[in-house]
Structure formats: C-alpha cells, structure tokens
C-alpha cells in the first residue's frame, strides 16, 4: 500500500517523483544499493532487509542506531543515511489504543527489526515506558538483545506458555503470523483478560484475522495500517523537509483518516 499513499501525497505537492516497489532477494541486496546510489533513489525496506539496510548504511540516525534496523533511507552525496520511522508508527499506534496508559504488561511477540522498533517506541512513549514489557521470542540471543533495548525492565520468555496473560495490558505482534496464512492469529484472543489492547503490525485492508477476533470480544484493536502510514509520513518529512497531507495518504487507502486519539474502527 506504500505506493499508492505515498505517490498521492508526491501529486499533492506537485513532485515529479514516483515512488514504486521492488521485491530484492536477500543475496541481491547489495547490488540493489549500488544501483540506488547510482540512481541516488531514496527510499523505503521491509522485512526481511531492514537489519542488514543497517549494516550497509554509512551514516545511521539515533533511531535506527538504537533499533539496528533501517527502514528509512536516503543518500548524502554517495554516502547512504539510515533512518527508522517505524518507532514514530508503533508511538502513533500506541497513543490511540491506551490514550489513558497500559494497565498491565506489554507482550511483544517477535525479536526482529520490526520487534525492535517496539521496544524503541515502547521506552519513548510515556503512556509505556514504566510498563514491564516482556519479549516472546525462538531465539534467545535476538531476545537478549531487545532486553537491552528495554532498558532493564524487560522480562524475557522462552515459551508462549511461559507468557503470565493475565497480566498483559496490551499485546503486540511483530511477527509474520498472519501476513502468508490470512487466518493465522499469533495467540488466541480467549486467552487475554477484557482490558488488554491489541496491536497487530500486519496490515490488510480488510483488518487481519487476529484484530476482526479482538474486536468480536470487544477489545480495542488495531492492525498495521496507521502505523504504516505515520511511518510512510515520517519517511516523506525526511526525504522532502516537510511533512505530507496525512488526509491525502488516508483518502487514497479509500478509508477515513482515523481519530488521532481514538482506535480505528
């Protein structure tokens, strides 16, 4: 969906610049930069470039710094700048689904760039960075890393069954589960209490299966889709110097710009 609201905000301005797409195997990411530097292309990366964008980057803001993810790029003479705007998407997100705090833990099911940004935003935002956060992840060393992110005050588990669910105030999915398989859900919406939030960063148009199951059981609940579009705006402001219309961006996705401060409905 990025083309589609990114080149609307670019006709709003009166750019002469198209932002499009390009699927890059993993072994062909190398090659792919070298022909943006040639290009000098900014743009946009996904999953699963976003931590080795990260290792080729020269320059690396504070942001993806402490992430050590790229997600945002763009060139200063042949020098390639990394950026991640996902922290300032996840921080959207969250405001408008605890406006009034996290009661309970913060469960963050994955441990990669995506993960990360969470855990960035989570220690930024003031409505969770004194929430106990606690990671849900395979692999131990990616868990250990996102623990220092956290600042100390993650609890890390090995185990989906390890996960005390009666505590969660809000839960975050930052894994694939549910982007191949649309019924997918990465935890049964049963198993959390009637106050916790969901926060899942796969994006459909029609919602994913795990939130359209959140919200049946009244849950407040978002996927991806603002979160993708507060990271596409942040990426424009450093691309161009100025912020886009976020009203155009929501207007050619065909859905309402959602309430600042209240869960999409």
């Not at 956060?133 to 868990?143: E, G, K, L």
């Amino acid at each position: 969906l990025s083309p589609t609201f990114q080149n609307a905000a670019l006709r709003h301005t009166g750019r002469a610049v198209v932002y499009t797409r390009c699927e890059v195997a993993s072994t062909a990411l190398g090659p792919a930069v070298d022909d943006l530097r040639r290009a000098r292309t900014a743009g946009n990366v996904t999953m699963p470039h976003k931590e080795a964008m990260f290792t080729l980057a020269t320059h690396t803001t504070a942001a993806a710094e402490r992430t050590r993810a790229v997600n945002t790029f763009w060139w200063d003479g042949d020098a390639l700048v990394g950026h991640n705007t996902d922290v300032d998407g996840v921080i959207a997100t969250v405001a408008a689904l605890c406006s009034g705090g996290v009661h309970g833990d913060v469960v963050v099911l994955g441990a990669g760039g995506a993960a990360a940004a969470v855990l960035v935003a989570l220690a930024l935002s003031p409505l969770t960075r004194d929430a106990r956060v606690v990671v849900v992840s395979r692999t131990r060393s990616r868990t250990e890393r996102l623990v220092a992110l956290a600042g100390g005050r993650t609890a890390a588990m090995a185990h989906m069954s390890d996960v005390p669910w009666a505590r969660a105030g809000l839960v975050v999915n930052a894994t694939p589960a549910g982007m191949r398989d649309s019924d997918d859900v990465p935890v049964p919406v049963e198993s959390l209490p009637a106050h916790t939030a969901v926060f899942d960063l796969v994006y459909r148009r029609e919602g994913t299966a795990w939130v359209r199951d959140a919200k049946a059981r009244g849950l407040p609940a978002e996927d991806g889709l603002r979160m993708l579009v507060e990271q596409g705006a942040a990426a424009f402001a450093c691309w161009f110097g100025e912020p886009p219309s976020r009203d155009v961006m929501w207007h050619a996705l065909g859905v309402p710009r959602p309430d600042a401060h209240a869960p999409r409905p």
